[in-house]
């Protein structure tokens, strides 16, 4: 039978590695050409909390779905894009959690500290990222579907066959 693993952490690691090295180059880069820093938009920080509230939402009702299957339908296929988004928002957490982390780890370093409306929107987008990740891994963990009982059955009465044939 194929099982569906958890994503690992250091696959989420490696995402928030690349996204700290980009925020890093792209401010040092910034910063040797003599450009302000780049700022990302709060909407940004706004809108990776309100996915990760949307995911939420969806496999709280995946679940009470799975509970209660007599009354509410579940669909094999909601439960798949499901799993899927919550691992793409645990990759996309990572790496826009990561990218804050590099531009403000860059800005921060500075001599001269900058104004708040420079870091902050960073800081913001960093746990914006982490909530993300968060959600994310709480999701994946809701979409885990419980063994039905007749292929546990099946599989039973497969190794018992398997055993009295030899």
Do not use: K
């Amino acid at each position: 039978m194929n099982r569906m693993h958890r994503t690992s952490p250091l696959t989420i690691t490696a995402f928030a590695a690349v996204g700290i090295a980009v925020g890093l180059l792209l401010q040092l880069l910034r910063s040797a050409q003599g450009y302000p820093p780049f700022v990302p938009p709060l909407t940004l920080a706004a809108t990776l909390v309100v996915l990760a509230a949307v995911l939420i939402v969806l496999a709280l009702l995946l679940r009470r779905a799975v509970h209660h299957a007599d009354r509410y339908p579940v669909n094999p296929f909601h439960a798949v894009r499901l799993l899927a988004g919550a691992r793409a928002a645990q990759f996309a957490g990572a790496l826009f959690g990561g990218f804050g982390a590099g531009s403000l780890l860059q800005l921060l370093g500075r001599s001269v500290m900058p104004p708040s409306t420079s870091w902050a929107p960073m800081l913001w987008l960093l746990l914006a990222g982490a909530v993300l990740v968060v959600c994310g891994i709480i999701a994946e963990l809701l979409c885990r579907v419980p063994p039905r009982d007749d292929d546990g059955e099946a599989e039973s009465e497969g190794a018992q066959g398997a055993g009295s044939a030899s």
